[in-house]
């Protein structure tokens, strides 16, 4: 029988130091994890847990991503290949992709691991993180198992830096925006069968804590009446899971008459996306903090998740359902104008494809290693397929025909040569991906 090579990277299991930088070889690889060995970096993988696709995607490792579970949503991932459910896969189709490992969540079928095991496919199972401390783990882990001992844990640990600053950024952004000076008070409520049940615990109760309310959602203990409870303490404003949630609560008799229900103060967010710890928790903290402070508000005839006939947005990403209630005006009060969100900042990428622009220009008939960072930069933002017959570090007609499909979507001039104004556009973290 094949060694079990699946494992599970415990929130609870820090990453140490010394246990990151160890290794022989270069200083990347091979890595060792849970006395499993990673010998080279892996290029073709397969995720199935969605919030391990979120990090991902966030780190900007979509180029690695091969395959998907239905239960990955992200955008980045949505034209690669899909390869079932989250729990049983189908195995067939993994290896057909060439997978050299799979990131799942513990909820992967134990036969399923095994043949994937049987068959040299590498498992790593991720624990959902609840915890801040869990959450950088994860980040961690996962920048070293795809990018590294030294250059993927770096990696790791600089973006979960940059997501809690981006979770704190927003919080300074709305603190002393309550106008009485006493802080609101939110809650969110979902349905476990057919009895509501209140987000007490888990990554979706630390989000809800960077809007600066008070979440009344405490830890539950038993025999605990639900709606009693969220009566009792009559937030400001509740958020729920779906449709079926909302006529729960209206239906209840102490929920229907609190000061939330009253005046429409309620918004869905699936639950799905309040458990997501990377791009789609900052698109989730903007939704919720638009709606508590800018007075956006849904509607008993139009979902949060439903856009307006009316409303001519199309900038919203599909994963991001609830985002679009916050860019619209709802269908019973005047309509008002959603506040700007900040951009993100412009970010140079160049160091992490290991290119140096300065006055770099390229050209057809190239062939170096900075053309093959640009096609793999390229291969990223969708305008070429990511495979060994394109990242070849030749500069043909392939690659020609890709650049002035990037200049053509982000107003530049439309010559097929990378000049350097061209190659410092791709490399921001702002370039246009492929329409």
Avoid: H
Avoid at 133 to 148: M, V
């Amino acid at each position: 029988m094949k060694k079990l090579v699946s494992i599970v990277l415990a929130a609870a299991t820090a990453v140490s130091a010394s246990a990151v930088l160890a290794g022989c070889g270069n200083e990347n690889y091979p890595v060792n994890i849970a006395n499993y060995t990673i010998d080279k970096e892996p290029n073709n993988v397969v995720v199935l847990d969605a919030a391990t696709a979120d990090i991902v995607a966030y780190m900007d490792y979509g180029r690695k991503i091969v395959g998907r579970s239905n239960s990955v949503i992200q955008d980045d991932f949505k034209t690669v290949d899909n390869v079932g459910t989250e729990a049983n896969p189908d195995v067939n189709k993994i290896k057909s992709l060439n997978t050299d490992l799979v990131l799942a969540s513990e909820t992967l079928n134990t036969e399923v691991t095994d043949s994937l095991n049987d068959n040299d496919v590498k498992v790593f199972k991720f624990q959902s993180p609840d915890t801040e401390s869990a959450i950088k783990t994860n980040y961690e882990t996962i920048g070293k198992i795809l990018g590294g001992n030294k250059d993927g844990y770096k990696w790791g640990k600089a973006y979960y830096e940059k997501f809690i600053g981006s979770l704190e950024k927003q919080k300074r952004e709305v603190e002393g925006l309550s106008g009485t000076g006493a802080l609101k008070t939110i809650c969110y409520l979902y349905l476990s069968g057919e009895k509501l049940e209140k987000l007490s615990s888990g990554f979706g109760n630390i989000l809800m804590g960077y809007t600066n309310c008070i979440n009344i959602s405490t830890e539950k203990t038993n025999n605990e009446d639900i709606a009693a409870t969220v009566a009792n303490a009559n937030p400001n404003f509740i958020f729920y899971d779906s449709e079926a949630t909302l006529k729960a609560i209206k239906d209840n008799p102490s929920l229907s008459k609190i000061n939330a229900v009253k005046n429409n103060k309620t918004l869905q967010i699936p639950l799905t996306e309040m458990s997501l710890p990377g791009v789609t928790a900052i698109k989730t903290l903007t939704t919720m903090n638009s709606f508590i402070y800018a007075g956006k508000k849904s509607t008993p005839d139009q979902p949060a998740t439903k856009p307006a006939s009316s409303t001519k947005n199309n900038s919203q990403p599909a994963t991001q359902s609830a985002t679009q209630s916050a860019s619209q005006p709802a269908t019973t009060a005047p309509a008002t104008t959603a506040p700007a969100t900040t951009a993100p900042a412009e970010e140079d990428l160049s160091s992490k494809y290991k290119i140096k622009l300065d006055d770099l220009s390229l050209k057809r008939d190239d062939e170096n290693d900075n053309v093959k960072a640009m096609q793999i930069r390229l291969a990223d933002l969708g305008y070429v397929k990511n495979n060994d017959d394109y990242v070849t570090g030749y500069y043909g007609e392939q690659t020609e025909k890709a650049v002035k499909a990037f200049q053509k979507n982000n107003s530049i001039k439309e010559t097929g040569t990378a000049d350097n104004a061209t190659l410092k556009a791709m490399f921001t973290s702002t370039a246009k991906k492929a329409e």
